[in-house]
């Protein structure tokens, strides 16, 4: 991602996000954090080609993107995105159905996701029966189906309680590791960033610019515990820092 | 369930009273029986009616006449509905006017298409058609409206072409609510219909009733209006029921 400008024509114009420079590695987990209202989301439509950008270019495997969302690319929404006439099952297999897969393939796959992510008991319910967590469970499962190269989580855990959060966060870590795919989550936790990431990019406020780039150093094999290690404390405090003068320009902006 | 199930034998025997009282001031005299036959007899003329084969013809015209006016319903009111949901200043200019089309009769307009058309069929499908296209056009507008961003957004993340998405995930999210609209529409498209046919026609089951009515045959009557009452009713049911399963499935808990 390269000098990438989002404007918004408005009334009133809105300068959105950037400049921003980004290059992630291969099999990275990246996040970012930022104030509320800085462009975090405006930046993931933008990464994974559902909106373009104002100036600049995105390119995913060297491919420019032209306002459309590449092959290999999974996205993964804060909104509950669950199909509600669909069963568990019936939604995994949604996007891979319409692909034209054959179906043993098909369901060779939905079913290693459905286990993958501890849906099993759950995979002839439907939507309406789930607890939110289970839903974002869902929607990750059909993200993961597709085999993605690269998934874009964008808050994926912002409506769940800490418990399942933190929970989430180690099946997200052993998705990561067992696909081998690269990362990049979006969040507002702090501590959600400093505990699962590779790299951390801390956003100013609007319009959205990265201020900080934090690499936390974390072994590959890693779960929620490493939330005791002193590390994850000083980690925190140190996006916390970056954070704060602008989390307050943004409230001082509101009032 | 049990308490469902209780409330509909009580509407059953709501219902059942009500018949019963009727057949029995009608038998006591209290209520002239040229009048109002007992629903006894009302029935026994349906049967007897629908039987001899008089109704026949009617019948096919009248069901005819309601299912094109439907289908015409039900396409137009839709195609009607996404197009004002694309373009929101049209839609903000015609809202109101939706809103308060139920309070004009519909059928006055009548006689105008009669002129227009002449006596037939054609303008008694237009009636029922301006009868029911009106809760297609409010129910596809409240449906399509209640399609989170989030899913049109997940079409695009899963690369689905513009008739995919509108046939895998718009429709089946705004199907309860355009289901509602194409109930009403039913009920309308046939209340439209046999308003018209009662009003100036030469066939139907309206006529059939408003002749009968005007050469005092109070058993031809009140056997075809018993008729039309229960195939609006089974038709009713019909949707009911099939609605419901729809939504049952999604409020599973």
Redesign the interface.
């Known amino acids: 991602m390269q000098a990438v400008v989002r404007r918004y024509a408005g009334p009133p114009p809105v300068h959105a996000l950037g400049p921003i420079d980004l290059h992630l590695a291969r099999g990275e987990f990246f996040s970012v954090v930022g104030p509320s209202g800085c462009g975090k989301s405006t930046l993931m439509d933008v990464l994974?080609g559902?909106a373009q950008p104002t100036a600049g270019s995105v390119r995913f495997e060297g491919n420019a993107l032209h306002g459309?969302?590449p092959?290999g690319?999974?996205?993964v929404?804060?909104?509950?995105?669950s199909?509600?006439?669909l069963s568990v099952r019936q939604n995994i297999a949604?996007?891979l159905r319409?692909s034209g897969l054959p179906k043993a393939e098909v369901s060779t796959r939905v079913e290693h996701a459905i286990a993958f992510m501890g849906l099993s008991h759950f995979a002839d319910h439907?939507p309406?029966?789930l607890s939110g967590g289970m839903r974002q469970r869902v929607c990750i499962a059909r993200t993961l189906v597709?085999r993605p190269r690269l998934i874009l989580l964008d808050e994926p855990f912002g409506a769940l309680d800490q418990q399942t959060r933190l929970l989430m966060g180690d099946e997200l870590l052993r998705l990561w590791r067992e696909t081998g795919a690269t990362v990049l989550l979006i969040t507002h936790a702090l501590d959600e960033a400093a505990m699962l990431s590779d790299r951390v990019g801390v956003m100013s406020a609007r319009p959205g610019r990265f201020i900080d780039l934090v690499e936390t150093g974390w072994p590959r094999e890693r779960d929620s515990r490493i939330v005791s290690d002193p590390h994850f404390g000083e980690l925190t405090a140190r996006l916390w820092s970056s954070l704060r003068s602008e989390s307050m320009k943004t409230l001082g902006r509101v009032a | 369930m049990t308490r469902a199930r209780a409330v509909l034998l009580v509407r059953i025997a709501l219902l059942a009273g009500l018949v019963a009282l009727l057949e029995a001031l009608c038998r006591l005299g209290v209520i002239d029986p040229l009048s109002i036959l007992p629903p006894s007899e009302m029935l026994g003329a349906m049967i007897e009616r629908v039987a001899s084969g008089d109704l026949d013809e009617g019948m096919v015209q009248t069901f005819s006449t309601i299912a094109i006016a439907y289908v015409l319903a039900v396409v137009l009111g839709t195609a009607a509905g996404a197009l004002l949901q694309k373009l929101p200043r049209l839609r903000a200019v015609v809202d109101p006017l939706l809103a308060s089309y139920y309070s004009v009769p519909t059928f006055i307009f009548y006689p105008l298409l009669v002129a227009l058309f002449a006596l037939g069929k054609t303008p008694l499908v237009i009636l029922g058609m301006m009868s029911a296209t009106p809760a297609v056009i409010i129910s596809t507008l409240a449906g399509l409206d209640g399609v989170?961003p989030?899913?049109l957004?997940?079409a695009?993340?899963?690369?689905?072409g513009r008739w995919?998405t509108l046939w895998?995930?718009v429709l089946?999210?705004a199907?309860p609510r355009l289901f509602s609209g194409f109930k009403l529409a039913l009920s309308y498209a046939l209340i439209g219909v046999i308003a018209g046919e009662f009003l100036l026609s030469g066939t139907g089951l309206g006529y059939a009733i408003s002749f009968a009515y005007q050469s005092f045959d109070s058993q031809a009557m009140y056997g075809a209006m018993l008729f039309v009452l229960l195939v609006a009713i089974a038709a009713n049911g019909m949707l009911t029921t099939w609605e419901s399963r729809?939504a049952r499935?999604?409020?599973?808990?």
């Open positions: 994974c559902l459309e969302v092959e690319v999974g996205v929404f804060q909104e509950d995105a199909l509600a006439w949604f996007g319409l439907y309406a029966q597709l | 989170p989030v899913l957004k997940l695009r993340a899963q690369r689905l995919h895998w995930i089946p999210q199907l729809i499935r999604r409020a599973r808990q």
